[in-house]
C-alpha cells in the first residue's frame, strides 16, 4: 500500500510543468492525515481538525493560480470552463462516496433521515447549511455518527466557487492581458477582513454559524488568494516572505495542532497565517521543501481528496458497528487507505482526465445529471418504511415506535378512554380543532375526586400510561392533552419560532388549555410535561439565560393564575440529554453487527447534573416559593453515575431517538408522578 501511494508521486508530470507544485501537495499530507488523526481520537491531535482549514488556504491559492493560465474571452467562457473543470475534479468520488456509504448507513442506523439528508445535500454543495440548521455541534457526541458530517467543508468550498470566477472576473484578474492582480487583491482583501471580524464575532455566540458557514470562512480561502495576488502588488514584499525559512511556520502549524480546543479562534487565525507563510516559503532548496516533495507525502496528497471523503465515513459507520478500539484501528486505517486507493485510481483519476461530452455545456449538464441522480436514489431510500433496510433487530414492538404517541389508551377496570389523535395538535390545520373532556381523559371526569390536567409538547402524550394507579386506586381523572413542538407555558417561549409549529402554539396556550383549565376545580392539578432539556444547552450564553428568565416569569405567572383557582401545579423536570447522542433504542442495544454495544453515547450523570443546574435551581427556587413542585425522574435514566438507554432489569427507556420516553419508563416513572399529584400542599419556605 505504501509503495502503491509512492508510485503515485513518482508517475506525476514534472513539477511546474503545468503549475503543478507537489510540496502542497505534501502540505495536503499534513492537513489529512492531521483531520485523520483528529478524528480518531481528538486526543492524539486535538486541534488536527485545523488541518481543514489549512485545504481551504491551499484551495485559495491553487483556485486563484488556476484561473492565470486559462484566460477566458468572456464571462461565460470563463464560467462554462471553470466549472466543467470543478465538476470533473469533484462529482465522480464525491456522488460514489455518498450513494455507497449512504446505502450502507441504511443497514446499520436505525433511522438514517439525518444521514440520508446530509448526504443529499452534500451532492449539491451545501451540507454545510444543512448542518448548520439542524443545529449541529460539530464537537458533539451525535456528529460523529453522521457519516456526511465532514462534507460541510466542501458546501464552504463550493459555495466560494460561485462567486470567485465572477469577481476575478470583474476585477479584470481573469481576462486575457488585463492583470487585474491589483483591484483583485484590494477587493478579496476587503472581503476577506470582513469575514475575519465576522468569525472572530460569531464563534462564541453562534459557534455552528462561524464553524459551517461560508461567509464566517470566506477569509481562510481569501488568504491564498491574497498570497498568490501578492507576487504582482508588492512584489518586494513577496520575495521577502519567499526568502522566510519554511521551517519556522511549518514547526507553527504542528504546535497550533496541539493546542486544546478552548484556544479554536486563536489556534484557527495562527493555522491560517502560517498555512500561506508556508505555502510563501516553500523553495528548493530548504529541509522543508525536501521533506513536503517526499514521493511517499505527495502520494498522499494526491489521494487528500478521497481520503477526506472515506475516512470520516469509515470511522462513522465503525462507530455504528464494531466501535474503535486499539486492536481494530490497523484493520480500519488499512480500510480508509485502500478505499482512498480504489477511489483515486478507478474514479477520481480516470474521470477528470476523460471527456464527459463534446462540449462544456455538455460536462457540466452530465455532472449535474449525475448528482440529480445519485439524490434521487437516495430520496426514494429515505422515503422506504421505517427498519425497511435496517440488518438488526428492533427491540421496540411494532406499533410502539414515535408515530404511536397517539395510540388511543384506557386503564383496564375504569371509565374513559385517552383517544389520541383528537387530543393532540399536531399540525397547522390543527390551529382551529377543539378538545373535548370526553375524548382525552382516563377516569371519570364528573365524579373524579381529583383532576389532572396534562399539558405539554409531544413528550406529555408520551406520558398518557403514567397514570394507571391514580385512576384505578386514586379515584383521579387524568386529562391529557399536547400540542407538537409547543414551548412550556405559553407562546412568550415561543420555540416553534415562525416555523410549521408557531400557530398550533398559540392556539394551544390561548385558546385550548384556558377552555380546560376552567373545567378544573380547587384541588386539582395541571402537570405540564415538556421537553425541558432544551433549557440545560452544553454553553450557558447570554441568550440562554435569557429564555431562563423568560420561564421563570412565565412559570411565575401561570402558577399565580393556578392558584387563584385553587389548581395546583406540577412540572415534569428536564429528561437527560438522550437527544444529543441522535440514537434510536435499536442501536443502544447489541446487534450482531455491533457485539461490543452500541455507539448512543450520552453525557455522565455528572456532566447532565452540571450543564441542567442553571435549570435545575430555577425550579427549586420556584418550589420553594411554594408556586409548584417538580417530577424529577433524572434517577431513573441516569442511575449510578451513568445517564444509560436501558434500565437495570434491561428495559428500554426511550422509544426513539428524541428523547421521548418508552412505555416501559413511563411505568416505571408512574410512582414518582403518584407520589407528587397525591401529595398535600407544600407550604412556602421563608424568605
Same mark, same amino acid.
Given at each position: 500500500?505504501?509503495?502503491?501511494?509512492?508510485?503515485?508521486?513518482?508517475?506525476?508530470?514534472?513539477?511546474?510543468?503545468?503549475?503543478?507544485?507537489?510540496?502542497?501537495?505534501?502540505?495536503?499530507?499534513?492537513?489529512? *492525515?492531521?483531520?485523520?488523526?483528529?478524528?480518531?481520537?481528538?486526543?492524539?491531535?486535538?486541534?488536527?481538525?485545523?488541518?481543514?482549514?489549512?485545504?481551504?488556504?491551499?484551495?485559495?491559492?491553487?483556485?486563484?493560480?488556476?484561473?492565470?493560465?486559462?484566460?477566458?474571452?468572456?464571462?461565460?467562457? #470563463? !464560467?462554462?470552463?471553470?466549472?466543467? $473543470?470543478?465538476?470533473?475534479? #469533484?462529482?465522480?468520488?464525491?456522488?460514489?462516496?455518498? *450513494?455507497?456509504?449512504?446505502?450502507?448507513?441504511?443497514?446499520?442506523?436505525?433511522?438514517?433521515?439525518?444521514?440520508?439528508?446530509?448526504?443529499?445535500?452534500?451532492?449539491?454543495?451545501?451540507?454545510?447549511?444543512?448542518?448548520?440548521?439542524?443545529?449541529?455541534?460539530?464537537?458533539?457526541?451525535?456528529?460523529? @455518527?453522521?457519516?456526511?458530517?465532514?462534507?460541510?467543508?466542501?458546501?464552504?468550498?463550493?459555495?466560494?466557487?460561485?462567486?470567485?470566477?465572477?469577481?476575478?472576473?470583474?476585477?479584470?484578474?481573469?481576462?486575457?492581458?488585463?492583470?487585474?492582480?491589483?483591484?483583485?487583491?484590494? +477587493?478579496?482583501?476587503?472581503?476577506? #477582513?470582513?469575514?475575519?471580524?465576522?468569525?472572530?464575532? @460569531?464563534?462564541?455566540?453562534?459557534? /455552528?454559524?462561524?464553524? %459551517?458557514?461560508?461567509?464566517?470562512?470566506?477569509?481562510?480561502?481569501?488568504?491564498?488568494?491574497? @498570497?498568490?495576488?501578492?507576487?504582482?502588488?508588492?512584489?518586494?514584499?513577496?520575495?521577502?516572505? &519567499?526568502?522566510?525559512?519554511?521551517?519556522?511556520?511549518?514547526?507553527?502549524?504542528?504546535?497550533?495542532?496541539?493546542?486544546?480546543?478552548?484556544?479554536?479562534?486563536?489556534?484557527?487565525?495562527?493555522?491560517?497565517?502560517?498555512?500561506?507563510?508556508?505555502?510563501?516559503? @516553500?523553495?528548493?532548496?530548504?529541509? /522543508?521543501?525536501?521533506?513536503?516533495?517526499?514521493?511517499?507525502? +505527495?502520494?498522499?496528497?494526491?489521494?487528500?481528496?478521497?481520503?477526506?471523503?472515506?475516512?470520516?465515513?469509515?470511522?462513522?459507520?465503525?462507530?455504528?458497528?464494531?466501535?474503535?478500539?486499539?486492536?481494530?484501528?490497523?484493520?480500519?486505517?488499512?480500510?480508509?487507505?485502500?478505499?482512498?486507493?480504489?477511489?483515486?485510481?478507478?474514479?477520481?483519476?480516470?474521470?477528470?482526465?476523460?471527456?464527459?461530452?463534446?462540449?462544456?455545456?455538455?460536462?457540466?449538464?452530465?455532472?449535474?445529471?449525475?448528482?440529480?441522480?445519485?439524490?434521487?436514489?437516495?430520496?426514494?431510500?429515505?422515503?422506504?418504511?421505517?427498519?425497511?433496510?435496517?440488518?438488526? $433487530?428492533?427491540?421496540?414492538?411494532? &406499533?410502539?415506535?414515535?408515530?404511536?404517541?397517539?395510540?388511543?389508551?384506557?386503564?383496564?377496570?375504569?371509565?374513559?378512554?385517552?383517544?389520541?389523535?383528537?387530543?393532540?395538535?399536531?399540525?397547522?390545520?390543527?390551529?382551529?380543532?377543539?378538545?373535548?373532556?370526553?375524548?382525552?381523559?382516563?377516569?371519570?371526569?364528573?365524579?373524579?375526586?381529583?383532576?389532572?390536567?396534562?399539558?405539554?409538547?409531544?413528550?406529555?402524550?408520551?406520558?398518557?400510561?403514567?397514570?394507571?394507579?391514580?385512576?384505578?386506586?386514586?379515584?383521579?381523572? *387524568?386529562? +391529557?392533552?399536547?400540542?407538537?413542538?409547543?414551548?412550556? +407555558?405559553?407562546?412568550?417561549?415561543? !420555540?416553534? &419560532?415562525?416555523?410549521?409549529?408557531?400557530?398550533?402554539?398559540?392556539?394551544?396556550?390561548?385558546?385550548?388549555?384556558?377552555?380546560? *383549565?376552567?373545567?378544573?376545580?380547587?384541588?386539582?392539578?395541571?402537570?405540564?410535561?415538556?421537553?425541558?432539556?432544551?433549557?440545560? =444547552?452544553?454553553?450557558?450564553?447570554?441568550?440562554?439565560?435569557?429564555?431562563?428568565?423568560?420561564?421563570?416569569?412565565?412559570?411565575?405567572?401561570?402558577?399565580?393564575?393556578?392558584?387563584?383557582?385553587?389548581? $395546583?401545579?406540577?412540572?415534569?423536570?428536564?429528561?437527560? %440529554?438522550?437527544?444529543?447522542?441522535?440514537?434510536?433504542?435499536?442501536?443502544?442495544?447489541?446487534?450482531?453487527?455491533?457485539?461490543?454495544?452500541? =455507539?448512543?453515547?450520552?453525557? &455522565? $450523570?455528572?456532566?447532565?447534573?452540571?450543564?441542567?443546574?442553571?435549570?435545575?435551581?430555577?425550579?427549586?427556587?420556584?418550589?420553594?416559593?411554594?408556586?409548584?413542585?417538580?417530577?424529577? !425522574?433524572?434517577?431513573?435514566?441516569?442511575?449510578?453515575?451513568?445517564?444509560?438507554?436501558?434500565?437495570?432489569?434491561?428495559?428500554?427507556?426511550?422509544?426513539?431517538?428524541?428523547?421521548?420516553?418508552?412505555?416501559?419508563?413511563?411505568?416505571?416513572?408512574?410512582?414518582?408522578?403518584?407520589?407528587?399529584?397525591?401529595?398535600?400542599?407544600?407550604?412556602?419556605?421563608? =424568605?
Amino acid at each position: 500500500m505504501i509503495k502503491a501511494i509512492d508510485s503515485l508521486a513518482r508517475g506525476r508530470a514534472p513539477a511546474l510543468a503545468n503549475g503543478y507544485r507537489a510540496e502542497i501537495d505534501g502540505l495536503r499530507a499534513l492537513a489529512v *492525515v492531521a483531520v485523520i488523526l483528529n478524528h480518531i481520537d481528538e486526543r492524539l491531535l486535538p486541534s488536527g481538525y485545523l488541518g481543514v482549514d489549512v485545504f481551504f488556504v491551499i484551495s485559495g491559492f491553487v483556485i486563484t493560480a488556476s484561473l492565470t493560465r486559462r484566460p477566458a474571452h468572456s464571462l461565460g467562457d #470563463l !464560467l462554462l470552463g471553470f466549472y466543467s $473543470r470543478r465538476l470533473k475534479r #469533484l462529482v465522480p468520488a464525491l456522488l460514489v462516496f455518498v *450513494v455507497v456509504v449512504g446505502l450502507l448507513a441504511c443497514l446499520v442506523i436505525p433511522r438514517p433521515h439525518t444521514a440520508l439528508r446530509t448526504g443529499i445535500s452534500a451532492l449539491f454543495g451545501f451540507s454545510n447549511i444543512y448542518l448548520h440548521g439542524q443545529a449541529t455541534d460539530y464537537f458533539g457526541t451525535a456528529t460523529k @455518527l453522521n457519516p456526511f458530517t465532514h462534507t460541510w467543508s466542501l458546501g464552504v468550498e463550493e459555495q466560494y466557487y460561485l462567486f470567485f470566477p465572477v469577481v476575478a472576473w470583474l476585477t479584470g484578474f481573469a481576462r486575457p492581458g488585463a492583470g487585474g492582480h491589483r483591484n483583485l487583491f484590494a +477587493v478579496m482583501g476587503v472581503a476577506s #477582513l470582513a469575514s475575519l471580524i465576522a468569525f472572530i464575532q @460569531l464563534y462564541p455566540s453562534q459557534q /455552528a454559524a462561524a464553524y %459551517f458557514l461560508m461567509p464566517p470562512r470566506l477569509w481562510e480561502m481569501g488568504a491564498g488568494c491574497l @498570497l498568490f495576488c501578492a507576487g504582482g502588488v508588492w512584489p518586494a514584499a513577496a520575495r521577502g516572505l &519567499g526568502r522566510l525559512p519554511p521551517l519556522a511556520p511549518a514547526l507553527g502549524l504542528v504546535g497550533v495542532m496541539l493546542l486544546p480546543l478552548s484556544w479554536a479562534i486563536a489556534a484557527t487565525v495562527a493555522a491560517v497565517v502560517f498555512t500561506t507563510l508556508l505555502i510563501a516559503s @516553500l523553495r528548493e532548496g530548504t529541509a /522543508a521543501y525536501r521533506l513536503f516533495s517526499l514521493p511517499a507525502l +505527495v502520494g498522499v496528497g494526491l489521494i487528500s481528496y478521497s481520503l477526506y471523503l472515506w475516512h470520516w465515513g469509515v470511522l462513522s459507520l465503525s462507530r455504528w458497528t464494531i466501535g474503535l478500539h486499539w486492536w481494530s484501528l490497523p484493520f480500519q486505517i488499512a480500510l480508509i487507505v485502500g478505499l482512498s486507493l480504489a477511489s483515486y485510481r478507478w474514479v477520481e483519476r480516470p474521470l477528470r482526465q476523460a471527456s464527459w461530452a463534446p462540449r462544456r455545456r455538455g460536462t457540466i449538464a452530465v455532472g449535474v445529471g449525475s448528482l440529480a441522480a445519485g439524490a434521487g436514489l437516495l430520496i426514494g431510500v429515505d422515503n422506504l418504511p421505517p427498519f425497511s433496510l435496517y440488518a438488526g $433487530r428492533n427491540p421496540i414492538p411494532a &406499533g410502539m415506535g414515535v408515530e404511536s404517541l397517539v395510540d388511543p389508551y384506557r386503564v383496564a377496570g375504569t371509565a374513559g378512554t385517552w383517544q389520541g389523535s383528537p387530543c393532540v395538535l399536531a399540525n397547522a390545520a390543527d390551529a382551529d380543532k377543539r378538545m373535548s373532556i370526553e375524548a382525552c381523559t382516563l377516569g371519570d371526569f364528573a365524579t373524579a375526586r381529583r383532576r389532572v390536567l396534562v399539558v405539554g409538547n409531544s413528550f406529555s402524550a408520551s406520558f398518557a400510561e403514567a397514570f394507571d394507579d391514580l385512576v384505578a386506586n386514586d379515584d383521579f381523572a *387524568v386529562t +391529557v392533552t399536547s400540542a407538537w413542538a409547543a414551548s412550556p +407555558v405559553g407562546s412568550f417561549v415561543d !420555540l416553534g &419560532g415562525a416555523g410549521p409549529f408557531a400557530a398550533i402554539n398559540r392556539a394551544y396556550w390561548n385558546r385550548v388549555v384556558p377552555e380546560l *383549565v376552567d373545567r378544573l376545580r380547587p384541588g386539582d392539578w395541571v402537570f405540564l410535561v415538556n421537553d425541558m432539556v432544551m433549557f440545560s =444547552p452544553p454553553s450557558q450564553g447570554p441568550g440562554n439565560r435569557l429564555i431562563l428568565q423568560t420561564l421563570e416569569v412565565g412559570l411565575g405567572d401561570f402558577s399565580a393564575d393556578l392558584a387563584r383557582r385553587g389548581v $395546583r401545579l406540577a412540572v415534569l423536570h428536564g429528561l437527560p %440529554f438522550a437527544r444529543e447522542a441522535n440514537c434510536h433504542p435499536a442501536s443502544a442495544v447489541p446487534q450482531w453487527f455491533s457485539p461490543f454495544g452500541g =455507539p448512543c453515547l450520552m453525557p &455522565g $450523570r455528572a456532566e447532565s447534573l452540571k450543564r441542567r443546574k442553571p435549570f435545575d435551581n430555577l425550579l427549586k427556587e420556584l418550589e420553594n416559593r411554594g408556586t409548584l413542585q417538580v417530577v424529577d !425522574l433524572f434517577d431513573l435514566f441516569c442511575p449510578e453515575g451513568a445517564c444509560t438507554y436501558r434500565s437495570a432489569d434491561g428495559q428500554i427507556l426511550y422509544r426513539d431517538e428524541h428523547s421521548h420516553p418508552s412505555k416501559q419508563a413511563v411505568r416505571l416513572a408512574a410512582p414518582v408522578i403518584r407520589r407528587v399529584l397525591t401529595s398535600a400542599p407544600r407550604a412556602p419556605s421563608p =424568605p
